[in-house]
């Protein structure tokens, strides 16, 4: 049965929480996501060392849009209003944590 074009397409669940609320720090901190095209190799965000395994997901599911391009392959992506509202929900959840499952999500996820 085909989706009906009204209804979202769901969401994946979050691959790596600690992550993925790293990358969304920096983001939201005015650092931008740089991809170059067909070099995922290169994809590069500040202060966030596994931003190249998280880019299609950040991407695909709408928390990320293009900002800025530089030349035909550099492309610079900034927070949607989504991933603004995923990084506000991260944060309340991190505060949320005592320090052994802090320590437990930052090695586990």
């Not at 492309?75 to 209003?81: A, G």
């Not at 052994?100 to 586990?108: A, D, R």
Request: aromatic letters at 14%; a positive charge.
């Amino acid at each position: 049965m085909p989706a009906r074009a009204d209804v979202a397409p769901r969401r994946e669940p979050l691959p790596h929480r600690w992550h993925v609320l790293q990358m969304l720090r920096s983001m939201h901190a005015g650092h931008p996501f740089i991809h170059l095209w067909d070099l995922s190799c290169l994809t590069h965000l500040e202060g966030a060392p596994m931003a190249v395994h998280y880019f299609g997901f950040l991407e695909r599911n709408g928390y990320i849009v293009p900002c800025a391009k530089e030349g035909p392959r550099a492309h610079f992506y900034t927070l949607s209003s989504d991933g603004v509202a995923l990084y506000e929900a991260g944060e309340r959840w991190w505060r949320s944590l005592r320090w052994p499952q802090k320590y437990f999500v930052i090695w586990h996820g």
